[in-house]
C-alpha cells in the first residue's frame, strides 16, 4: 500500500537504493575477513564476513600427539570465535540496512 500523497516512482527509486546498499554490504562482508582465537593464540582461525573459514594456524605448541582431544577443542573454540566476529560484523554493515526494511535480519 502506498502511503497518502506517496510517489511510486519515488518508493521505488528509494526500494532500488536500498537494494544498491545492501548488496554493496554484502559484498563488502564477503571481501572482509575476521580472525577468532583460542588457547591464548595457540590456534587461530580466519574466516570472511560471511563466515566462511579461509585460515587455520595451529601453532607447535598447541600439538600434543597424545592429546588430540584438545587440539580439536581449541580449533572448534578458535573457529566459533571468529564466526561470532563475522557475525557482528555483518549485523554492523547489514543491521541498519534491515531497519529500513521493517525488520531484523536473522543471523
Do not use: C, H, W
Not at 511510486?8 to 537504493?17: D, I, R
Not at 561470532?84 to 543471523?107: E, I, V, Y
Request: hydrophobic content about 50%; charged content about 15%; cysteine-free.
Amino acid at each position: 500500500m502506498i502511503p497518502d500523497g506517496g510517489d511510486m516512482s519515488g518508493l521505488l527509486a528509494q526500494a532500488q537504493a536500498m537494494q544498491a546498499q545492501l548488496m554493496a554490504a554484502q559484498q563488502e562482508l564477503a571481501d572482509a575477513t575476521v580472525e577468532g582465537t583460542a588457547g591464548g593464540d595457540v590456534v587461530t582461525a580466519t574466516v570472511t564476513g560471511a563466515g566462511e573459514l579461509v585460515g587455520l594456524v595451529i601453532k607447535p605448541e598447541a600439538v600434543d600427539p597424545d592429546d588430540t582431544e584438545t587440539l580439536a577443542d581449541l580449533v572448534l573454540a578458535a573457529v566459533r570465535d571468529a564466526n561470532t566476529r563475522a557475525q557482528a560484523l555483518a549485523a554492523a554493515k547489514l543491521g541498519p540496512l534491515a531497519g529500513g526494511l521493517g525488520g531484523g535480519l536473522p543471523f
